[in-house]
């Protein structure tokens, strides 16, 4: 689950963390009486949503005048800010954070995230920052370092003195950088996170370090014991699709093809992808329908694939184990019925019945092209969507 800068930076406060004072607005009018709370001559308001670049994309700016961030707030309130972390839609802008204006000397860039190799938690840090990072990674690598660390370890002190010399910290910086580092990392453990990235981590006129960003994301699994984080979630911000499937226990998630597919089993439902890539293809997105493809899980995953406008046909790949195909064909025939599904429907069934399950396919008042060869399945999808 992904948090709005505002929330990030209320947690970074939670956590003896420095960043800017602020508020959150959620209507225009709300603009000025922030600007004269937050006191100052100058103002940075940004719209919030779940994705960076925002910057590029007119989604921040530098005010010294509240009646600008009014029409800045006008602007973006209730419209959608694309980037180039978004898709095509981009995403709803519910809300302003209006913050005081920062004299910035140096941007840095600090993260942390899970190395599942090792099963530790990394800093990664660099003196290129409020850039694109991946940039810096393959054009500058030596600019950045990978510090594992271990939550409580007595050397965690070294760890942050390593990554302050990258960093280029001078010695004030440096004794300010290491209670900073233990916050974040106590931070990140104490709440559940799986990312957590300030980009960027700047330097101030006065030499200080500051955190000008925050972008955290909690690890959903552990959400039921985080129940102050869990009521900060956005639905807004989620793919319509993708919310409206995890409400029916689906997965799903949307890609940018013409080829809807279905399928149970997430190693089953890669393949098929890779099937349909393979052989010219592009798929709509990824849907495990589960190990119980029920007639009524069928018929939402249908809904669910056909409210996407660029699908133009339904590939539905079933490997039958613990239920059988002839019910899962049964399953299919009423479920297309039901949700009066007017685009070609490609299915191939494998495993238990499923030479039964296919006889019903064929004998079926409706037109379904029954294919029990995967890639052959696959060529005729393509064909479809072509």
């Given at each position: 689950m992904n948090l709005h800068e505002y929330q990030g930076k209320a947690l970074f406060a939670e956590f003896?963390?420095?960043?800017?004072?602020?508020?959150?607005?959620?209507?225009?009018?709300?603009?000025?009486?922030?600007c004269n709370e937050i006191g100052g001559s100058k103002w940075v308001v940004k719209a919030q949503v779940h994705a960076g670049g925002r910057g590029k994309a007119g989604g921040v700016e530098l005010i010294d005048n509240p009646q600008d961030g009014v029409e800045f707030a006008k602007k973006w309130l209730g419209k959608n800010l694309i980037t180039y972390q978004t898709d095509k839609k981009g995403q709803p802008v519910n809300s302003i954070l209006v913050e005081e204006c920062m004299t910035i000397a140096k941007e840095l860039y600090l993260s942390a995230v899970i190395d599942r190799e090792t099963q530790k938690i990394v800093f990664i840090g660099s003196s290129e920052g409020g850039v694109n990072i991946e940039d810096v990674a393959k054009k500058y690598p030596e600019k950045i370092i990978y510090e594992?660390?271990?939550?409580?370890?007595?050397?965690?002190?070294?760890?942050?003195?390593?990554?302050?010399?990258?960093l280029k910290l001078n010695k004030d910086q440096t004794n300010q950088f290491i209670p900073m580092i233990e916050n974040l990392l106590r931070l990140f453990v104490e709440k559940d996170l799986s990312l957590l990235e300030i980009n960027p981590l700047v330097i101030t006129e006065n030499g200080d370090l500051h955190c000008l960003d925050a972008k955290i994301n909690i690890d959903s699994n552990a959400l039921y014991r985080q129940p102050d984080l869990a009521e900060m979630y956005d639905q807004s911000q989620e793919d319509p699709q993708e919310a409206e499937a995890a409400k029916n226990d689906l997965s799903y998630v949307s890609l940018d093809g013409n080829i809807g597919c279905m399928v149970n089993g997430a190693g089953l439902a890669m393949g098929t992808m890779d099937t349909?890539?393979?052989?010219?293809?592009?798929?709509?997105?990824?849907?495990?329908?589960?190990?119980?493809?029920?007639?009524?899980?069928?018929?939402?995953?249908?809904?669910?694939?056909?409210?996407?406008?660029?699908?133009?046909?339904?590939?539905?790949?079933?490997?039958?184990?613990?239920?059988?195909?002839?019910?899962i064909a049964e399953g299919i025939i009423s479920a297309i019925k039901e949700v009066d599904v007017k685009i070609p429907v490609v299915v191939r069934l494998e495993g238990n019945n499923a030479e039964k399950g296919s006889q019903i396919l064929s004998k079926a008042s409706i037109k379904i092209d029954s294919i029990n060869n995967l890639a052959d399945a696959a060529k005729k999808a393509v064909e479809f969507a072509k």
């Amino acid at each position: 689950m992904n948090l709005h800068e505002y929330q990030g930076k209320a947690l970074f406060a939670e956590f003896n963390l420095p960043v800017s004072k602020g508020k959150v607005v959620f209507d225009a009018d709300e603009i000025i009486d922030a600007c004269n709370e937050i006191g100052g001559s100058k103002w940075v308001v940004k719209a919030q949503v779940h994705a960076g670049g925002r910057g590029k994309a007119g989604g921040v700016e530098l005010i010294d005048n509240p009646q600008d961030g009014v029409e800045f707030a006008k602007k973006w309130l209730g419209k959608n800010l694309i980037t180039y972390q978004t898709d095509k839609k981009g995403q709803p802008v519910n809300s302003i954070l209006v913050e005081e204006c920062m004299t910035i000397a140096k941007e840095l860039y600090l993260s942390a995230v899970i190395d599942r190799e090792t099963q530790k938690i990394v800093f990664i840090g660099s003196s290129e920052g409020g850039v694109n990072i991946e940039d810096v990674a393959k054009k500058y690598p030596e600019k950045i370092i990978y510090e594992a660390v271990v939550y409580g370890d007595k050397a965690l002190s070294e760890n942050a003195e390593n990554i302050a010399k990258v960093l280029k910290l001078n010695k004030d910086q440096t004794n300010q950088f290491i209670p900073m580092i233990e916050n974040l990392l106590r931070l990140f453990v104490e709440k559940d996170l799986s990312l957590l990235e300030i980009n960027p981590l700047v330097i101030t006129e006065n030499g200080d370090l500051h955190c000008l960003d925050a972008k955290i994301n909690i690890d959903s699994n552990a959400l039921y014991r985080q129940p102050d984080l869990a009521e900060m979630y956005d639905q807004s911000q989620e793919d319509p699709q993708e919310a409206e499937a995890a409400k029916n226990d689906l997965s799903y998630v949307s890609l940018d093809g013409n080829i809807g597919c279905m399928v149970n089993g997430a190693g089953l439902a890669m393949g098929t992808m890779d099937t349909i890539k393979f052989y010219g293809g592009n798929p709509a997105n990824f849907l495990d329908v589960g190990g119980t493809a029920t007639q009524q899980r069928v018929a939402k995953a249908f809904k669910i694939i056909l409210d996407d406008p660029d699908v133009k046909v339904v590939l539905v790949n079933i490997f039958g184990g613990i239920v059988r195909c002839d019910l899962i064909a049964e399953g299919i025939i009423s479920a297309i019925k039901e949700v009066d599904v007017k685009i070609p429907v490609v299915v191939r069934l494998e495993g238990n019945n499923a030479e039964k399950g296919s006889q019903i396919l064929s004998k079926a008042s409706i037109k379904i092209d029954s294919i029990n060869n995967l890639a052959d399945a696959a060529k005729k999808a393509v064909e479809f969507a072509k």
